[in-house]
């Protein structure tokens, strides 16, 4: 009876994991579980209060913050198809999530040869148009531990956002939307954007911008562009980006900016009463081996705009890694940044330290499904 049991068992978890792949044969439908998870040890320095200490922990994510997915295909017939994604993100070391956000993207939408329209929490033009055109290394956009062109991107998503993207020849276009919801009282952002890239032959190129209007009304025009050439086992990239506040941010608008400008993982430094931060970013990527990669980045970020010259200054980032892939889903990355702070006695990397540069070695491992 015992075995009678087991047996039956098998036989309703193997109807369980196939009954997905009937469905999509027979409902012209697909559902793609997806993931990556990343672990690894950091160690920086200049950290805790006077910046006397030295700090080494877990981290969640190094290379790559830790994700699991999934993606829905529902063939429509006629070239439409209907679309949906939910994704989350979580922290290998604790198995929290990463956000306050369950889902870091929950968006729905229709694909045909109209082009791409999606509705939903999810990447907003600035993030789309860097990390596909002209992302810091080519075996991933960019380095999860250690991000300054990131903190460039509004928060890299938004709620409440009807995106719309086509793509003709070597061109792709896209145009952002999201809706504050507001009713008299601070409530999410409104944000407008757009962007236009260029890719064939190896040579990527693009502009994009965004409008960016805080719960209580304070604003923030960005915008971007760059490229990047590809040649066999060489990857070169330029980009540079820029983003002006317009009007006086209250506590609310404030907190959201600092969210975004400041924090290690961003690169970040703080912002003091500065109206305008660029940023200009220039790397490579070479493929030494079919299982060694290698990249090495530099921005350079000025701050300024206030009416205190030491919130005003400037900051040299350099970031190189080497990744090892043991095969096509599992790697192991050994990185190293430096990050120094000029000019503007205020502005620091954190105000407990009150830093003005430091220096991390993160050395990880990564698995993709």
């Known amino acids: 009876m015992q075995k009678s049991f087991v047996k039956s068992a098998i036989a309703l978890a193997a109807l369980v994991v196939s009954a997905p792949a009937v469905f999509a044969q027979q409902g012209g439908s697909s559902v793609q579980i997806y993931g990556i998870v990343d672990a690894a040890l950091r160690h920086t320095n200049n950290e805790g209060a006077g910046g006397n200490s030295s700090l080494t922990k877990m981290i969640g994510g190094g290379m790559s913050q830790s994700r699991w997915g999934i993606n829905v295909t529902e063939d429509l017939g006629g070239g439409l198809k209907a ?160 983003n002006k506040i317009d009007g006086t941010p209250g506590a609310i608008d404030s907190a959201v900016i600092a969210n975004m400008w400041s924090g290690d993982t961003n690169g970040g430094f703080t912002r ?25 980045h530099y921005y350079y970020a000025k701050q300024s705009g206030s009416p205190a010259s030491a919130d005003n200054g400037n900051t040299n980032f350099i970031v190189g890694v080497i990744d090892y892939a043991f095969s096509k889903r599992t790697d192991a990355y050994f990185g190293i940044d430096y990050t120094k702070i000029r000019d503007g006695e205020n502005v620091v990397l954190d105000p407990v330290s009150r830093a003005r540069d430091r220096t991390g070695i993160t050395v990880g491992l990564r698995h993709r499904f």
């Open 83 to 242: 679309i949906a994604n939910l994704e989350n993100r979580f922290l290998t070391d604790s198995g929290n999530s990463a956000t306050t956000n369950y889902w870091q993207q929950s968006w729905v939408g229709m694909q045909g040869g109209f082009g791409r329209l999606t509705m939903g929490r999810q990447y907003n033009v600035l993030f789309d148009l860097v990390t596909s055109t002209y992302s810091s290394f080519p075996y991933s956009p960019y380095m999860e531990a250690y991000k300054p062109e990131i903190g460039m991107s509004l928060g890299a998503r938004a709620n409440n956002m009807l995106k719309y993207m086509a793509e003709v020849g070597a061109f792709r276009g896209a145009l952002q939307y999201s809706f504050d919801e507001k009713d008299g009282n601070p409530a999410n952002a409104r944000t407008a954007g757009g962007y236009l890239r260029y890719s064939a032959n190896g040579i990527s190129a693009g502009v994009g911008y965004q409008n960016y209007q805080l719960p209580q009304g304070s604003t923030i025009e960005a915008w971007t562009l760059g490229g990047s050439y590809r040649m066999n086992a060489l990857y070169l990239n330029v980009g540079y980006g820029e």
């Open 272 to 296: 003091g009463q500065a109206n305008k931060r660029q940023m200009a970013k220039i790397g490579f990527g070479y493929q030494f081996t079919p299982q060694i990669n290698a990249g090495l």
